[in-house]
Structure formats: structure tokens, C-alpha cells
Antibody, heavy 118, light 107 residues
Framework: QVQLVESGGGVVQPGRSLRLSCEASGFTISSHHMHWLRQSPGKGLEWVAVISFDGTNRYYTDSVKGRFTISRDNSKNTLSLQMDSLRAEDTAVYYC???????????WGQGTLVTVSS | EIVLTQSPATLSLSPGDGATLSCRASQSISTYLAWYQQKPGQAPRLLIYGASNRATGIPARFTGSGSGTDFTLTINSLEPEDFAVYYCQQRASWPLTFGGGTKVEIK
């Protein structure tokens, strides 16, 4: 069955970097646009970034533009999020998600917690 | 950015009751809306997309309706497993945005 497993979360100081990975199984990511979303503790959901199925197009929410980079390795069936210049407000559970169609998310990972704190 | 406003914030109901959840968009989004259910410690689960299409495996007691700026998620006869937080999400324009959620709790 479809499974997404995130890794790479942890505690990091403000201004530092972290790289999240999402390993997919049960389907081929090369056929799908893939996304990162996040949820701050006790708060609602926020979409972060998307990468097209072939990696040619990427969009980001304004608050992470220039700091985060989404990428994919279709040969390894893996999605990544490079997060630089981290801020306290980036603290959240980060989810990778697959589109069912047209930017709706039918499969999510279990999430990985990123805590930005000194 | 399109803002989605969900109401009420909390709905206190009993198993067997019906639930009506609202999501209002700050501008017209046609039928480009989805609904998700989230339980504590879990990732969201897609219930409805395209305003009224049930996702695979979603029971028929979940119904989505609406277009333009006003949308509704109706849950007929709440089951114990339906008590959760529900979010709406729009895909009409970037950035994709979510509503603040409605918590359906046991009365």
C-alpha cells in the first residue's frame, strides 16, 4: 500500500539548517506532484511547498521563499526539503504528501517534528 | 491569498447526531475545495475533494456541498470515530490554504 515516511526532524538553533527526507513506497513518485506541509504545535495546517512530477516547477509559501528548497530524486523515490536560516516560527510537524489530483492530498506521512530553539 | 474561515470552531454533539460544518472563502474558488479529518497524533485524512467528491474508502455519511464562497461538510449520524478536527483546503490559487478547523467533540 502507499506509504510515506519522513525523517530528519530534530532540534536546531535559529539560523541553522536541517534537511528533511520523505521515502515513498507502494507507488512511484515520478507520476505525482509532491508537497510539504506543516502544522505548528496545537495549530492548524499550512502548505509549504510543491514540486512538479518531473521536478521542473516548484512553488513555495511566501514565508519560506529563499530559505527552503524542495527537491526530488525519482530514481530513489524520495522527496526532500532543505531548510536554511531556520526561525522559531518554523517549529512544526512537517508532513510530506502526495496529490490525488489537482493539489488535493490523499496520502500523508506520519510527520517529523522540527523544533527551532536556542 | 485566499482566506478560509471555518465555523463553528467547536461543535459539541452526541453519537447519532448530524453535524453541519461550514467553510467560507474570501473570494470565489468555484468547487476547488477539499475537506480533511484529523485525529490527535495522526496526519490528516482526505474526505472530500472538488467540493463534493468522496475520496476512496470514505463512508457515505460524509457529504460535501457548495460552490463559489460557501461550502458545507455534512456528517449524517455521527459515529464514535468521527469525533475529530475537520479542515477545509482550497486549491484555486497559490498559496494553497487551509481553514482554521472545526473540532467535533463529544457532548
Amino acid at each position: 500500500q502507499v506509504q510515506l515516511v519522513e525523517s530528519g526532524g530534530g532540534v536546531v538553533q535559529p539560523g541553522r539548517s536541517l534537511r528533511l527526507s520523505c521515502e515513498a513506497s507502494g507507488f512511484t513518485i515520478s507520476s505525482h506532484h509532491m508537497h510539504w506541509l506543516r502544522q505548528s504545535p496545537g495549530k492548524g495546517l499550512e502548505w509549504v511547498a510543491v514540486i512538479s512530477f518531473d521536478g521542473t516547477n516548484r512553488y513555495y509559501t511566501d514565508s519560506v521563499k529563499g530559505r527552503f528548497t524542495i527537491s526530488r530524486d525519482n530514481s530513489k523515490n524520495t522527496l526532500s526539503l532543505q531548510m536554511d536560516s531556520l526561525r522559531a516560527e518554523d517549529t512544526a510537524v512537517y508532513y510530506c504528501a502526495k496529490e490525488i489530483t489537482n493539489h488535493y492530498f490523499d496520502n500523508w506521512g506520519q510527520g517529523t517534528l522540527v523544533t527551532v530553539s536556542s | 491569498e485566499i482566506v478560509l474561515t471555518q465555523s463553528p470552531a467547536t461543535l459539541s454533539l452526541s453519537p447519532g447526531d448530524g453535524a453541519t460544518l461550514s467553510c467560507r472563502a474570501s473570494q470565489s474558488i468555484s468547487t476547488y475545495l477539499a475537506w480533511y479529518q484529523q485525529k490527535p497524533g495522526q496526519a490528516p485524512r482526505l474526505l472530500i475533494y472538488g467540493a463534493s467528491n468522496r475520496a476512496t474508502g470514505i463512508p457515505a455519511r460524509f457529504t460535501g456541498s457548495g460552490s463559489g464562497t460557501d461550502f458545507t461538510l455534512t456528517i449524517n449520524s455521527l459515529e464514535p470515530e468521527d469525533f475529530a478536527v475537520y479542515y477545509c483546503q482550497q486549491r484555486a490559487s497559490w498559496p494553497l490554504t487551509f481553514g482554521g478547523g472545526t473540532k467535533v467533540e463529544i457532548k
